[in-house]
């Protein structure tokens, strides 16, 4: 327990490395939309570099990480049972739903207003199933692309508490103690991820862009690293996990996998390295900051100004360069504004929802302290 005790503090205050590599990601996901609108810029770059874009979606499965690891650190030392699972997840849907649902109603004005511009038509059951995040399961379309990526959130948001709450019940983790070894609860997380992974190589499993099992294996890497990096105990489970996981590529090559192995790799260096400093730089910070607004608006506020500005100018590796910058132009000064007015709220309102012990006499770390987890 000596060797324990010299474990990461996990009440310690946001780990900045965290919003440095959401910011990345986040720019990852919008120049992967925005390629095709720049088609000629894209003919005129390097052909690894264009490549490389085309695959820059993976920023989906860096941030299926980062949430991973944030939502972990939240748990720490929380004990749950039935009331203080619902004040998790509303805590969660509290801190991303006003965000959402501004940008849920942006995209439904503009299909009102503009139909021919937006394919998708805004019915009242496809809003309601939006805002309860239930397009996918009802097998309805996103009213905008990037909601199925919220949805699974959710899902991944409400697995991970009910393993705590069933690694509670069966006495497999410890909630009292942040430092206790749980190996159990360290190796049903193991196995979960596992178990999900060879689920994905079976042919005719479920969609990945419905249902959270796809993502697990992902998202519960994120889990062990910051289990790995609080407790010794957790590593070689860590350590056994990503190198499971990493062999399955030999029967079927995930890069999703990859990428989530490189990004648990990274949040480690960036715990004890120079790298902690590049990711932690005062403009990734502040980018990372508002990752969770750009994300949202970087589709539409910055589709709506290329395809607007697009008809003005040029066919040419010019043209589209300014396309590409009033795209980008228009998605930051939309996700400052609604980060300020909308997200910035959200996370306050968020932060009074406290999720309190089962037991008023037991003593926990205080979650609020933990950076909360979004895209």
């Known amino acids: 327990m000596q060797r324990e005790a010299r474990a990461v503090d996990p009440t310690h205050a946001r780990f900045a490395p965290l919003d440095g ?32 874009v085309a695959h820059a979606n993976l920023g989906v499965d860096i941030f299926f990480v980062l949430s991973g690891f944030a939502v972990a650190r939240s748990l720490v030392a929380v004990r749950l049972d039935a009331r203080a699972l619902g ?27 503009r139909p021919a511009y937006w394919p998708v038509r805004p019915t009242l059951g496809r809003v309601l199933a939006h ?27 409400l697995a991970l508490a009910l393993l705590h709450l069933l690694g509670q019940r069966l006495r497999l983790l410890d909630a009292t103690d942040p430092k206790a070894p749980d190996r159990g ?15 994905g190589l079976v042919p005719g499993h479920l969609p990945g862009d419905v249902w959270f099992f796809a993502w697990w ?13 609080r407790l010794p105990s957790a590593r070689a489970w860590c350590l056994g996990t990503a190198t499971v996981l990493f062999a399955s590529n030999a029967f079927h090559m995930q890069l999703a996998l990859l990428t989530a192995l490189a990004t648990a790799a990274v949040i480690v260096l ?15 910070i502040a980018l990372g900051g508002v990752s969770y607004s750009f994300y949202l608006m970087h589709s539409l506020a910055g589709g709506m100004a290329m395809h607007a500005i697009g008809t003005r100018l040029p066919p040419t590796v010019a043209g589209d360069l300014v ?20 997200e910035v709220p959200a996370q306050r309102w968020s932060r009074r929802i406290a999720v309190r012990p089962a037991s008023p006499t037991e003593t926990l ?3 609020a302290a933990v950076q909360s987890p979004t895209l």
């Open 185 to 199: 609860f360290t190796m049903l997380l193991s196995a979960s991820a596992v178990a999900a992974a060879i689920y």
């Open 270 to 284: 960036a715990a004890r390295s120079p790298l902690r400093a590049v990711l932690g730089s005062r403009p990734l």
């Open 323 to 342: 396309r590409l910058a009033f795209g980008y132009a228009a998605s930051f000064a939309a996700a400052f504004g609604l980060y300020r007015l909308v």
């Open 21 to 52: 590599m959401r910011a990345l990601a986040a720019l990852l996901v919008s120049m992967w939309h925005f390629q095709r609108s720049v088609p000629n810029l894209d003919s005129a770059l390097p052909a690894w570099i264009s490549r490389a």
């Open 131 to 157: 805002l309860l995040y239930l397009q996918g399961i009802l097998g309805l379309p996103n009213l905008l692309g990037i909601f199925w990526t919220l949805c699974l959130e959710i899902q991944l948001y």
């Open 87 to 113: 004040r998790f997840m509303l805590r969660r849907t509290v801190r991303l739903d006003p965000p959402y649902a501004v940008t849920l109603f942006a995209v439904v004005a503009l299909a009102v207003l």
């Open 217 to 229: 294996p992902v998202f519960a890497l994120g889990v062990l690293v910051e289990r790995a990096m």
């Open 365 to 367: 770390a205080p979650s």
